[in-house]
T-cell receptor, first 112, second 111 residues
Framework: DAGITQSPRHKVTETGTPVTLRCHQT?????MYWYRQDPGHGLRLIHY???????DKGEVSDGYSVSRSKTEDFLLTLESATSSQTSVYFC???????????FGQGTRLTVV | GIQVEQSPPDLILQEGANSTLRCNFS?????LQWFHQNPWGQLINLFY???GTKQNGRLSATTVATERYSLLYISSSQTTDSGVYFC?????????????FGAGTRLAVHP
C-alpha cells in the first residue's frame, strides 16, 4: 500500500470554528490533491499542489485554503466551518506523468 | 472544464454475471485511471490506462483515447466486487495535471 495517511479520521466540529485536516505521504510524490465526496457528486477537487508552496484551486475551493510547506505534508483548512462542508475528505498523491493516483483512507467531517 | 461521464449510474448483478462499465470524457487527457471504492470507503487503484487494454484477473480495461472513452469489464462477478467504480482523468491545465473524477457507477453483486 502507498504510504499516505490522513488525520484525523473522524471529526465533529461546530459551525464557525476553524478546522485543519492533514495529509502525510512517504512516497515523495510531487502532486497532492484534496477532494470531498458527497452523495450524488462523486469526488470533487477542492485544491491541489504541484510542489512545495505551489497550489491551485479545484472546482469547489470556496471556503477552503491549503498549504504545503514540505513535500510530504498537505494541509486543508476550513477557515470557518459550515454545515455544507460536512463531507468525507480524501487526499490523493500522484506523479506529474499521472502515475500513482493513490488515496488516503478519508476523513469524515461533521459540522454541527 | 472537462466533463467525465460514467454509465450506468447503478448496476445490480447476480454473482457470476459479466458487466461493462463505461467512461466518456469530453476533452483530450494525459492519462486515465479506474478506481474501486469498497463498501468501507477505501479507494483502490485498479488500472492506470491512457490507451490500449490491460487485464488483471477478472478485470480488464480498454481506453480508446482518440474516441474519448474507456471501458471496464468485470467477468464472473463476485460479491466482493460490490462498491462504486470511478473513472478519473488527468487533465493538463495551466501547466499542471489535475485529476478529475466521474460520478461513479454503483455496483451491487448479489449471491
Amino acid at each position: 500500500d502507498a504510504g499516505i495517511t490522513q488525520s484525523p479520521r473522524h471529526k465533529v466540529t461546530e459551525t464557525g470554528t476553524p478546522v485543519t485536516l492533514r495529509c502525510h505521504q512517504t512516497e515523495n510524490h510531487r502532486y497532492m490533491y484534496w477532494y470531498r465526496q458527497d452523495p450524488g457528486h462523486g469526488l470533487r477537487l477542492i485544491h491541489y499542489s504541484y510542489g512545495v508552496k505551489d497550489t491551485d484551486k479545484g472546482e469547489v475551493s470556496d471556503g477552503y485554503s491549503v498549504s504545503r510547506s514540505k513535500t510530504e505534508d498537505f494541509l486543508l483548512t476550513l477557515e470557518s466551518a459550515t454545515s455544507s462542508q460536512t463531507s468525507v475528505y480524501f487526499c490523493a498523491i500522484s506523479e506529474p506523468t499521472g502515475t500513482g493516483g493513490f488515496f488516503g483512507q478519508g476523513t469524515r467531517l461533521t459540522v454541527v | 472544464g472537462i466533463q467525465v461521464e460514467q454509465s450506468p449510474p447503478d448496476l445490480i448483478l447476480q454473482e457470476g454475471a459479466n458487466s461493462t462499465l463505461r467512461c466518456n470524457f469530453s476533452d483530450s487527457v494525459n492519462n486515465l485511471q479506474w478506481f474501486h471504492q469498497n463498501p468501507w470507503g477505501q479507494l483502490i487503484n485498479l488500472f492506470y490506462i491512457p490507451s490500449g487494454t490491460k487485464q488483471n484477473g477478472r478485470l480488464s480495461a480498454t481506453t480508446v483515447a482518440t474516441e474519448r472513452y474507456s471501458l471496464l469489464y468485470i467477468s464472473s462477478s463476485q460479491t466482493t466486487d460490490s462498491g462504486v467504480y470511478f473513472c478519473a482523468v488527468y487533465m493538463f491545465s495551466g501547466g499542471y495535471n489535475k485529476l478529475i473524477f466521474g460520478a461513479g457507477t454503483r455496483l451491487a453483486v448479489h449471491p
